[in-house]
């Protein structure tokens, strides 16, 4: 049977796929069956300084089996309020990864400190929801603020830190440079993409908030070009997200350059059992495929690239 174990931003992970922030991390106990239910490790839901309701409903729309469209505004119970849940999902001997979203690089800073008091073994930092005033890619969209923000992390807590980055900009690549000019253990890419949904007969958005952002099967190949992009500049390990749903989609990740994976919206289709498909899965696909364990696949699509122009161009008949 191939390994599937993964060294990725000092984590030993027992696999390459974790459980994504946002789906699932309500609680410690979920928290806890994501990782009973084989998940290489889990984050947490994006936590703030302070309490937030998040937006009012709807907040979710989704599209038949290839997406799906959600504003929630960050809600969450604050740091003080998560605490208990993380000793929870530490208790269960869970890899547990801490996300965590503020307005500027001292309020990451602070929630640094604190989610390394409340023991998480890594932290990632959203620098990317699409839609939250103040928040994501209001603070991660240029080079210098990302910079900034993992280098005062970097400073407040010796927890490897991993940077979200947003697919919602011309160069995303740069982002994660930025990231790992800053100290970042490793990049995750992507977040969602921003969208919007219409209501024709009530003629209006249909989430409360209007736009939010798109996740599923339907982002997976512009993930891909995003951690293709983001491996080619950086030397600190990617985490790929979007739109894995099977082993095959999580090999063309880590055959582009991720280390690891994060599973969100399949969890929310098809339940948190997914994690336990994938992995037995991949191991099958690996062995299939000769390749001896994930670490080995790691990237071996990169080697014999050739660039798409210079196939597409090159005469008939040409090597
Ligand atoms: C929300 C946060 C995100 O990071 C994201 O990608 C989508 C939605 C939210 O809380 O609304």
Redesign the pocket.
């Known amino acids: 049977m191939a390994d599937l174990g993964v060294r990725c931003a000092g984590l030993e992970l027992r696999n390459p796929f974790l459980l994504a922030?946002?789906i699932w991390g309500e609680t410690g106990a979920s928290l806890a069956g994501a990782w009973r239910a084989g998940a290489g490790g889990v984050i947490t839901k994006?936590i703030g300084a302070g309490p937030r309701p998040?937006?009012p409903n709807p907040t979710v729309e989704t599209y038949e089996r290839w997406g799906m469209l959600?504003?929630?505004?960050?809600?969450n119970p604050g740091m003080e309020g998560y605490r208990a849940e993380i000793a929870a999902a530490l208790a269960s001997g869970a890899t547990v990864i801490g996300s965590v979203f503020a307005g500027d690089a001292d309020g990451f800073a602070d929630l640094a400190r604190r989610m390394g008091a409340a023991g998480v073994h890594a932290l990632e930092l959203?620098l990317?929801?699409?839609?939250?005033e103040g928040f994501?890619t209001e603070v991660g969209s240029d080079p210098a603020d990302v910079e900034a923000i993992v280098r005062a992390v970097r400073a407040a807590t010796d927890l490897p830190v991993i940077a979200k980055i947003t697919p919602n900009s011309a160069d995303p690549a740069a982002l994660a440079a930025a990231a790992e000019r800053g100290g970042a253990a490793a990049v995750s890419a992507i977040?969602?993409l921003r969208g919007l949904a219409i209501d024709v007969r009530l003629r209006r958005p249909i989430l409360a908030h209007g736009l939010?952002?798109l996740s599923g099967a339907a982002i997976k190949p512009v993930g891909l070009a995003c951690v293709w992009q983001i491996a080619e500049r950086v030397s600190v390990p990617v985490i790929g997200v979007g739109g894995i749903r099977s082993a095959e989609d999580a090999l063309e990740y880590v055959m582009a350059g991720a280390t690891a994976v994060e599973v969100g919206t399949a969890v929310a289709f098809e339940g948190i059992d997914v994690f336990g498909r994938l992995a037995s899965g991949l191991s099958r696909l690996l062995d299939d495929l000769g390749i001896p364990s994930a670490r080995a696949a790691i990237g071996s699509a990169r080697s014999s690239a050739v660039p798409t122009e210079t196939r597409r161009n090159a005469p008939p008949g040409s090597p």
Request: proline letters at 9%.
């Open positions: 922030s946002g994006s998040g937006y959600n504003a929630m505004g960050l809600p959203n990317s929801c699409p839609h939250a994501g977040n969602t939010g952002g």
